[in-house]
């Protein structure tokens, strides 16, 4: 009736025999049946064991087949549990056929999702008194993919678990002597089993049953007599949960691993900063050998308590602890952590708010030692104010104090004393008696100068061979007193070297410093031009600015210079030289007998690269000598009359990058800018109308700007660059390393490549200090994609220690010296045309005439 109710067609049969009989007909005959409903027979017969014979063999196997029977009945459940198709339903709930029917004819599989095949097979433990039920879902769980043990009792339940590893198990609730309630509370209770996943399975639907099973610790509550289908996906719930954990315990270790792995300190707190983790390179750092001593601890109270010069920090005024409290990000937070020992390590750190299910959980700090990037910044910022070979102070650091001299003295009546000092004879003893006496002169005239200062008194080398000092709150009347007792120091004892003894002097030029001082430019003229009347009235002499002989002097030397500034660009008296710029790859031990040409041989061992030169400007006087710029540039400066100059030298600088055009090996030429012409809105057109008029490819050239000249208008600079750029060509910053400008200006220029100042080079490969700037300033570029280049370099055995610094191409005499005509060397070096162009070599070299060409 129940079943006819719901829209089945029923043929109701009153026996077994006539079941047998009806089954029998229908294996030889086409009518069919759609499934079979039949009761649990309370005792066995043969007619009975026919029937269900009949229907697990193969004639009826896939026939679905509902079983009503006592929900006790071991017999029943093995039977439903060896037959596919099968469902068994107790007696008690015979209403719910009709649903148990329809789940056997159309099973919903839409809900029914696929296990996951990562990982082992799961292991299970299966505890029952019968072994009947523990053959029967034993060979159910194997086929479904799981690995099982049995036991037959609480005890051999227990020695199983402890002795070999389970994930799941799955426990009888009635068992003679102890319940599985007892086994699932001790396995839950015990270290070495309580991440074993339990199950209670009971033939008996209570529930008082299923409430006492839970209430032991059992995360699922299965039925004996339930579908084998439903038993199964119960079984692969308690298999997935199992998975899941294994997958974010796998998880966290590998958390683990990394974070134990990690260079940088990290440790992890709660809302109120008790530590909560910390990974191995955190204890290193902190000095500790042991996470237990920090563990549970108050980070603030263990770590970062005071200041690095010991300073307590009050709770209420520590930004980490605030952050913690708060939840809050903090990035870069420079402060000291304190050591086990009792010692302050300077460190950055990052504070990161952690939550877990969007509650916030506690923060995670990661930290790092700056104690060495201390040491480089400072290290950096010494050589960014001071001269690497004598040790004092430079022009940049000097001009400063200058200007703030200046500032102090037009807030008072008081005096001082500006004083520019040149070395008599310097270029003669550097040429005779080489570099090495030269630069030793220079170191000793450093040390005997700071002999005679004053606490209060500031002392610099501006640049070859000149010093600057400022004499603070002297009368200008006593000038000529302070003048001499430096000079009296100079020349108190010869200057010895190679077993030659050189007398020193010093020619001195004063300009007085009061509150009329308009600038500290116009300063250090007044001094120029002094000591330039001192060098003219014999050497070794003191001579002060008046404003009569001195603007009298400047004007007549800028005029003659101006005037001959003019005709050379009318009349095409200025003449190029060409400097060789080479790869250090494959560099080999030149020694001191490297020769002027070895860029020849470094190209052909560079067959890959471009042949690239510096252009250096010479100008012709009247008997065809050449002049270098030092002595015609500061005119040409002072004059406006760069734009011009720059110009011209792009112009006939492209004339002869057309000539070798088609040399086997391409050339690359960088071409200096002043930054007057940073300021010409139309230079980038002319460079295109040159490129294109000389038919140049425009990649192949480089301008150079001059790190230790101002830019006045940067962003002015940064427009006319910016036009420059959009013809591929590269730029260059000149003198890196020394000059006044930051990182950010650099960057605001976009320099492709960065050229390091000469003054770095000239200690190496000796000196250590030379050697780490140059490394760090060489790292600093290659971080930001730069191409690095060493000037002015001396000496062959400096090029080696260039290239363990990580210099990427060089540039000097002991390289190449400049030569007046533009040639592309070919891919392989030719015996013979070092000697064929020595001559042209020496012609590039200009004398020194008078002042000219320091």
């Known amino acids: 009736m129940l079943l006819t109710q719901r829209g089945f067609g029923v043929t109701a049969l009153g026996s077994l025999d006539d079941t047998y009989t009806l089954l029998m007909r229908a294996a030889g005959s086409t009518s069919r049946f759609d499934a079979v409903v039949i009761g649990w027979p309370e005792y066995s017969d043969g007619i009975a064991e026919d029937v269900f014979g009949l229907l697990h063999g193969a004639l009826f196997e896939h026939l679905p087949v509902l079983v009503l029977s006592d929900s006790t009945s071991a017999a029943a459940i093995n039977w439903r549990m060896t037959r596919p198709r099968t469902s068994l339903l107790p007696w008690a709930d015979f209403q719910e056929a009709p ?22 097979p799961l292991r299970m433990l299966l505890v029952d008194d019968s072994a009947t039920v523990r053959a029967a879902f034993s060979r159910l769980l194997s086929k479904d993919g799981f690995i099982v043990e049995t036991a037959s009792g609480v005890a051999e339940g227990l020695n199983k678990l402890r002795s070999q590893t389970f994930d799941i198990a799955v426990v009888d609730y009635f068992m003679p002597g102890r319940n599985g309630t007892e086994l699932i509370a001790e396995l839950r209770h015990h270290p070495q089993t309580a991440r074993v996943v339990p199950a209670i399975i009971t033939g008996a639907y209570s529930d008082d049953v299923i409430r006492a099973s839970l209430a032991s610790g059992a995360v ?27 997958a974010i315990e796998s998880e966290r270790r590998r958390l683990e691993g990394i974070l134990s792995s990690v260079g940088d300190g990290v440790y992890m707190v709660d809302p109120e900063g008790g530590i909560r983790l910390i990974n191995p390179a955190a204890l290193d750092l902190l000095g500790y050998s042991d996470a237990d001593a920090l563990l549970g601890k108050n980070a603030y109270e263990a770590v970062h308590y005071a200041h690095e010069d010991g300073t307590l920090i009050p709770r209420g005024q520590c930004p980490l602890l605030q952050s913690y409290a708060r939840g809050s990000e903090l990035t870069g937070w420079q402060t000291a952590f304190w050591t086990q020992t009792g010692r302050a390590v300077p460190v950055e750190c990052t504070v990161f708010p952690m939550r877990v299910d969007g509650e916030r959980s506690g923060s995670v700090i990661a930290f790092r030692d700056v104690s060495a990037r201390r040491r480089l910044e400072a290290d950096l910022r010494w050589a960014a104010e001071h001269d690497t070979l004598t040790k004092l102070h430079n022009r940049h650091w000097f001009e400063r ?32 008696a080489g570099h090495g006496a030269g630069d030793q002169l220079l170191i000793e005239v450093a040390q005997r100068l700071k002999l005679r200062l004053r606490g209060s008194d500031h002392l610099a080398r501006m640049g070859g061979d000149e010093f600057a000092l400022i004499l603070r709150n002297v009368s200008v009347e006593d000038y000529q007193n302070l003048a001499d007792g430096f000079r009296r120091a100079l020349t108190a004892a010869p200057f010895s070297y190679g077993g030659k003894s050189y007398r020193i002097t010093t020619s001195i030029g004063v300009a007085a410093l009061d509150n009329r001082t308009l600038s500290p430019s116009e300063a250090m003229a007044q001094a120029d031009l002094a000591c330039h009347n001192a060098k003219n009235s014999g050497r070794n002499q003191t001579a002060v600015f008046t404003p009569d002989s001195g603007e009298r002097a400047a004007m007549d030397r800028d005029l003659g210079w101006s005037v001959r500034l003019e005709e050379a660009l009318r009349h095409n008296l200025f003449v190029l030289a060409y400097q060789p710029i080479v790869p250090l790859e494959g560099i080999l031990s030149e020694g001191s007998d490297g020769g002027n040409e070895l860029w020849r041989r470094q190209l052909a061992r560079n067959p890959e690269s471009p042949a690239m030169f510096e252009v250096l400007l010479r100008m012709k006087d009247s008997q065809g000598e050449l002049i270098l710029p030092a002595a015609f540039m500061p005119t040409a400066e002072r004059f406006g009359m760069m734009r011009d100059i720059d110009r011209w030298v792009i112009e006939n600088a492209l004339r002869d990058l057309r000539n070798v055009r088609d040399s086997a090996r391409p050339v690359s030429l960088t071409i200096n800018l002043h930054t007057q012409s940073l300021g010409d809105t139309g230079l980038a057109a002319y460079v295109t109308n040159k490129v294109v008029e000389y038919d140049i490819d425009a990649s192949q050239l480089i301008f150079e700007i001059t790190e230790s000249h101002a830019i006045d208008d940067v962003a002015g600079a940064q427009r006319v660059l910016h036009d420059l750029r959009q013809l591929a060509l590269r730029i260059a910053v000149d003198d890196f390393g020394t000059g006044f400008s930051t990182f950010a200006y650099l960057r605001q220029l976009e320099a492709d490549i960065l050229k390091i100042d000469g003054s770095l080079i000239q200690g190496l490969p000796h000196d250590p200090l030379d050697r780490t700037v140059v490394a760090a300033l060489t790292s600093i570029a290659e971080a930001a994609g730069k191409i690095t280049i060493a000037e002015c370099v001396e000496d062959p055995e400096a090029l080696i220690a260039l290239l363990e610094c990580g210099v990427d191409l060089a540039q000097g005499n002991a390289v190449g010296q400049p030569r007046l005509h533009l040639r592309a060397p070919p891919l392989i070096a030719v015996k013979g045309e070092e000697a064929d162009e020595e001559q042209e070599t020496r012609r590039a070299q200009p004398v020194e005439k008078h002042s000219v060409g320091k």
């Open 220 to 246: 699922e509550c299965l039925f004996k007599s339930e579908a084998k289908e439903l038993f199964i996906a119960r079984i692969n719930s308690l298999a997935r949960t199992v998975r899941d954990r294994k």
């Open 99 to 120: 649903a148990a029917l329809s789940h056997l004819l159309e099973p919903n599989t839409k809900d029914e999702a696929p296990i996951s095949d990562d990982g082992p």
């Open 401 to 432: 104090q200058l200007e703030e001299e200046i500032a102090r003295l037009r807030r008072s009546h008081q005096t001082s004393l500006l004083l520019f000092m040149d070395v008599d004879r310097f270029k003669y003893i550097n040429d005779t």
